[in-house]
């Protein structure tokens, strides 16, 4: 399933400079499978399960990590900017469950590029992604999401912290040219470090801490037909929407999704089938005693 490599070159959708792989047959037909309807209930209908190899590692940020994944099943793969792949994490002998938001991806060359924040918590994906080598292989399902830009709004406002840049610069790079939109991207790594999302003139990019941002959006008040994408931390969410709500935004025109959650509130593992290659054996998603998300 994971492309043979001899003469078709395969570079990073995001870096022409990273390791350069090649196929003899040019790029294979895809043999990605729909989830089976029995697994996770049927809550995934409509995505896939995925094999993906690694084929490029590059430190974009001293906290970010780009990592560029090959597959015969991302040939032809469709999705909206903003969606993300349920990854598998290896870590021991158990197997954790992570999404990670698809910052890019060619279709024709079945390539697609994570990046994924290096952070202090050192969760297992952030173990795996900190170590990750070229070669190595993963499952994954996708696509997952659901939240798009609103083609109504006359403006865009993103409100974002480190988890959830990917998803806001690929919703900005799907904006039509001209578009205003405006970023307030949350860092506690320090500004400006991350690339920026290309070739988005007319957006705003504002890099800020979590305590300015309050300030910022506490005098807020976004113009009629604004539309607000809230991603990242679960608090930083929460926060920001009750301050655009009082600000006067309308609840319809918020799109919020928590990333994680960090400190005492972060949720209780709980036991989980995944195991894609397993399928067959596991198809219900309660009961692995390796799995836990
Ligand atoms: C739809 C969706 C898309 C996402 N896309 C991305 C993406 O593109 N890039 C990306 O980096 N992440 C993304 N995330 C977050 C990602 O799924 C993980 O939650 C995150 O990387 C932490 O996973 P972990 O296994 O390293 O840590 P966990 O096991 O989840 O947490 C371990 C410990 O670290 C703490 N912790 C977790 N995250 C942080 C943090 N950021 N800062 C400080 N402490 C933390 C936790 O509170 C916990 O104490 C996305 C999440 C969702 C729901």
């Not at 903003?82 to 938001?101: A, I, K, N, V």
């Not at 795996?128 to 865009?156: C, D, M």
């Not at 990242?232 to 600000?247: I, K, M, Q, S």
Request: hydrophobic share 40%.
């Amino acid at each position: 399933m994971i492309l043979r490599l001899s003469t078709h070159r395969i570079q990073s959708v995001a870096t022409p400079h990273m390791k350069e792989y090649s196929m003899s047959e040019g790029p294979p037909a895809s043999t990605r499978r729909p989830v089976p309807d029995e697994m996770f209930s049927g809550r995934l209908k409509g995505s896939y399960l995925l094999d993906l190899e690694v084929v490029g590692v590059d430190d974009v940020a001293p906290h970010v990590r780009l990592i560029t994944m090959a597959s015969s099943d991302l040939v032809g793969f469709e999705y909206t900017p903003g969606q993300d792949l349920l990854f598998e994490f290896p870590d021991g002998d158990l197997t954790f469950r992570r999404r990670y938001t698809i910052r890019r991806l060619d279709p024709a060359a079945g390539i697609a590029d994570f990046e994924i924040e290096i952070h202090d918590g050192r969760g297992p994906a952030t173990r795996w992604a900190a170590k990750a080598e070229v070669g190595e292989h993963l499952e994954a399902i996708g696509p997952r999401g659901g939240i798009s830009l609103r083609p109504t709004a006359t403006s865009h406002l993103f409100v974002v912290d480190d988890s959830a840049m990917p998803a806001a610069f690929a919703l900005l790079e799907a904006l039509a040219a001209g578009t205003p939109a405006t970023a307030l991207l949350v860092t506690s790594h320090g500004a400006k470090l991350r690339p920026a999302p290309a070739g988005a003139p007319a957006t705003s990019l504002v890099w800020l801490d979590q305590a300015d941002l309050l300030e910022m959006l506490s005098d807020l008040h976004p113009a009629a037909g604004t539309a607000a994408y809230l991603f990242g931390e679960r608090h930083l969410v929460r926060t920001a929407e009750e301050l655009l709500l009082a600000g006067g935004l309308d609840r319809d025109a918020v799109a919020s999704k928590p990333h994680l959650a960090t400190g005492p509130a972060q949720r209780q593992p709980r036991r989980t089938v995944f195991q894609l290659n397993l399928g067959s054996s596991r198809t219900d998603g309660g009961s692995c005693p390796r799995c836990r998300s």
